[in-house]
T-cell receptor, first 114, second 109 residues
Framework: GAGVSQSPSNKVTEKGKDVELRCDPI?????LYWYRQSLGQGLEFLIY????????KSGLPSDRFSAERTGGSVSTLTIQRTQQEDSAVYLC????????????FGDGTRLSIL | GIQVEQSPPDLILQEGANSTLRCNFS?????LQWFHQNPWGQLINLFY???GTKQNGRLSATTVATERYSLLYISSSQTTDSGVYFC???????????FGSGTKLNVKP
C-alpha cells in the first residue's frame, strides 16, 4: 500500500515568507508526528497528533510554527515569517497507534530559506 | 526531556564484518525504535523493541529496559548497510519522541 506522502519535496522561499508543508499519513494510521532534521544532525521532535485529539504544542520551536490535522488524516505544518534558521528537512511519520507501534516516515520536505 | 546517547558516532567496516551499535537512555521508556537513514535521506524503521530481543535477517536488536540501553547487531555487513542508524525513545503518556544523534556507518567493499 501507499506510504507516508509529503509535499512539496523541495521548497525554496525568501526570508519572511510563509510556507505550508503537507503530510498524508498511511491510511488507517491514527498517530502522526512531525520532525525537523538540520544538515548532518539528528531528528528534532516538533509535534504529535493522536486521532482528533488536541496536540501538545510544546515541542514547536517558536510561535511562528503551527500545525493542524484535519479529519484525523492529512496534516499541515505552517511556518510564518520564515527565517534562515528554519532551513532543514521536515519529516513526517505515522503509526497505527501512538505508543506501541513502529513509526513509518515520509521522504521529507527540504526547505531552504534564502 | 529524555537524553539519548548513541555510540560510536562513526564506524567504518570492511564488508563482511560484524558490529554492535549501542543506545543509552536516561529514563524509563515504553517505546524504543531503531531506524536506518540511507545515503538518500530515507528513514526506514528497523525494529520496534521496548524490551527483549528481535531478529530480522542479518540484523538483531536487544533492549534491556531495566538498565536503560539497547543494542543493534549487524552481522556480515554489506555496502548497502551504510548510512546513519538512529535510536529513538518515547513515553506513551508524554506524547514526545527523542532521537539520538546517530551512528554513521560506512561499509567498504
Amino acid at each position: 500500500g501507499a506510504g507516508v506522502s509529503q509535499s512539496p519535496s523541495n521548497k525554496v522561499t525568501e526570508k519572511g515568507k510563509d510556507v505550508e508543508l503537507r503530510c498524508d499519513p498511511i491510511s488507517g494510521h491514527t498517530a502522526l508526528y512531525w520532525y525537523r532534521q538540520s544538515l548532518g544532525q539528528g531528528l528534532e521532535f516538533l509535534i504529535y497528533f493522536q486521532g482528533n485529539s488536541a496536540p501538545d504544542k510544546s515541542g514547536l520551536p517558536s510561535d511562528r510554527f503551527s500545525a493542524e490535522r484535519t479529519g484525523g488524516s492529512v496534516s499541515t505544518l505552517t511556518i510564518q515569517r520564515t527565517q534562515q534558521e528554519d532551513s532543514a528537512v521536515y519529516l513526517c511519520a505515522s503509526s497505527l497507534d501512538a505508543g506501541y507501534q513502529p513509526q513509518h516516515f515520509g521522504d521529507g520536505t527540504r526547505l531552504s530559506i534564502l | 526531556g529524555i537524553q539519548v546517547e548513541q555510540s560510536p558516532p562513526d564506524l567504518i567496516l570492511q564488508e563482511g564484518a560484524n558490529s554492535t551499535l549501542r543506545c543509552n537512555f536516561s529514563d524509563s521508556v515504553n517505546n524504543l525504535q531503531w531506524f536506518h537513514q540511507n545515503p538518500w535521506g530515507q528513514l526506514i524503521n528497523l525494529f520496534y523493541i521496548p524490551s527483549g530481543t528481535k531478529q530480522n535477517g542479518r540484523l538483531s536488536a536487544t533492549t534491556v529496559a531495566t538498565e536503560r540501553y539497547s543494542l543493534l547487531y549487524i552481522s556480515s555487513s554489506q555496502t548497502t548497510d551504510s548510512g546513519v542508524y538512529f535510536c529513538a525513545v518515547g513515553l506513551y503518556n508524554f506524547n514526545k519522541f527523542y532521537f539520538g544523534s546517530g551512528t554513521k556507518l560506512n561499509v567498504k567493499p
